[in-house]
């Protein structure tokens, strides 16, 4: 049924929602791809649910997909919340202000590079995985 990953997109979402509410712009541009990434993720678990329900051989075929796209965003949520947790620190932290940059830095850099092609890549997989049930593997 889902309920556990429910619950871990749940508390996704309420970071994506704590970054997007953040007082600087690049922490909210990284809550909106957070936001983007996990409402990806939901839609391509619900069409996996009704997959393997209905046709299981296509969800066979896009489960890799949908284990990749759920570790990148879980990847994506902890350099969020890192990035929170670092944007604290260094109000209360100075000495460590290299190290924390660093880690906001890293945020930044994944959202860019990772969060922010995971819903074409989830629509990929939803487009892909019927066609990939459907090829005998002679015909590869």
Same mark, same amino acid.
């Given at each position: +049924?889902?309920r556990s990953l429910q619950a871990l997109l749940a508390e996704i979402a309420e970071t994506a929602s704590d970054l997007a509410?953040?007082?600087?712009? +690049?922490? @909210?541009?990284?809550?909106?791809?957070?936001?983007? =990434?996990?409402?990806? =993720?939901?839609?391509?678990? $619900?069409?996996?649910?009704?997959?393997?329900?209905?046709?299981?051989?296509? $969800?066979?075929?896009?489960?890799? %997909?949908?284990?990749?796209? *759920?570790? %990148?965003? &879980?990847?994506?949520?902890? /350099?969020?919340? +890192?990035?929170?947790?670092? @944007?604290?620190?260094?109000?209360?932290?100075?000495?460590? $202000?290299?190290? *924390? +940059?660093?880690?906001?830095?890293? =945020?930044?850099?994944? #959202? $860019?590079?990772? *969060? &922010? #092609?995971?819903?074409? @890549? =989830?629509?990929? /997989?939803?487009?892909?995985?019927?066609? &990939?049930?459907? &090829?005998?593997?002679e015909d590869i």
């Amino acid at each position: +049924e889902g309920r556990s990953l429910q619950a871990l997109l749940a508390e996704i979402a309420e970071t994506a929602s704590d970054l997007a509410c953040a007082e600087r712009p +690049e922490d @909210r541009n990284i809550g909106l791809g957070l936001e983007a =990434a996990c409402q990806a =993720a939901d839609q391509s678990a $619900a069409w996996l649910q009704d997959q393997h329900r209905d046709d299981p051989p296509t $969800a066979f075929a896009g489960a890799a %997909d949908f284990l990749q796209i *759920l570790g %990148d965003l &879980t990847g994506g949520w902890l /350099m969020g919340k +890192e990035l929170l947790a670092a @944007r604290k620190l260094l109000e209360h932290s100075p000495d460590d $202000a290299d190290f *924390l +940059e660093q880690k906001i830095r890293s =945020a930044q850099f994944y #959202v $860019a590079n990772f *969060l &922010t #092609v995971l819903p074409a @890549r =989830a629509q990929g /997989m939803i487009n892909s995985a019927p066609l &990939t049930a459907a &090829t005998a593997v002679e015909d590869i």
